[in-house]
């Protein structure tokens, strides 16, 4: 029972470098997002993927590239780090966009970046 | 922006005892769930109830959900400290292609 496995659980960059988090769940969902998580601020939206071939701005998208590589992977690139974008980034997956069907998400155990 | 807005901010109660949190959001919306997060884990879906509905059973967890005042809550009865993690309501906007929208958590600890 793999479900969301991201890597890598940790990393730490100096400023300017770039990055890829990947991710892969085995459930055969269509939907997958990117979160990061940060002290007092709950989980925000990165971007997300609705389907294979699509992909979406979330709330807090800017300093982030992503990729859909097929129904099972997709990665976060992070092009030129900077120290505010030092979080914990969470990958999850769902059957669908959790509107209207109400889909619930799963989510990998975290990936913990520090920019320096 | 976060939709969601959990009370308290912590809560510290003792093995045995209820635990109560209370969940505001400001947009109409499908449905509402709640996670929980062990700490240095990823969230885990523990229940999801729609608009329509007022109340939700799983277990010890009982949450209600007030779509006039825009509100819900999560009541864990009978706590164990294995209960301790941080809690999450998440709102499904009822405009829609919606993701879910978290709010900032309720820290429960359960001391022995």
């Known amino acids: 029972n793999a479900g969301v496995t991201q890597t890598p659980k940790f990393q730490v960059l100096k400023t300017g470098q770039s990055m890829t988090l990947q991710c892969a769940q085995d459930m055969n969902h269509n939907s997958m997002y990117w979160y990061r998580q940060d002290p007092g601020m709950g989980l925000r939206l990165i971007y997300y993927?609705?389907?294979?071939?699509?992909?979406d701005k979330g709330e807090v998208p800017n300093g982030y590239n992503v990729s859909r590589l097929n129904k099972r992977e997709f990665s976060l690139r992070l092009e030129s780090a900077a120290p505010s974008q030092t979080s914990v980034y969470f990958c999850?997956?769902?059957?669908?966009?959790?509107?209207?069907?109400?889909?619930?998400?799963?989510f990998g155990e975290g990936s913990w970046l520090t920019v320096v | 922006s976060q939709q969601g807005e959990e009370d308290p901010q912590a809560l510290s109660i003792q093995e045995g005892e209820n635990a109560t949190m209370n969940c505001s959001y400001k947009?109409?919306?499908?449905?509402l769930q709640w996670y929980r997060q062990n700490s240095g884990r990823g969230l885990v879906h523990l229940i999801l109830?729609?608009?329509?509905?007022r109340e939700k059973h799983s277990g010890r967890l009982r949450v209600t959900l007030d779509t006039s005042k825009k509100s819900s809550s999560l009541l864990i009865t009978a706590s164990r400290a294995a209960d301790t993690a941080s809690y999450f309501c998440a709102t499904v906007e009822n405009s829609g292609y919606s993701t879910l929208t978290f709010g900032k958590g309720t820290m429960l600890l359960v001391s022995p």
């Open positions: 999850a997956s769902s059957e669908a966009v959790p509107s209207g069907a109400g889909n619930t998400i799963y």
């Open positions: 993927s609705a389907s294979e071939g699509t992909t």
């Open positions: 947009t109409s919306i499908n449905n």
């Open positions: 109830i729609r608009s329509n509905e």
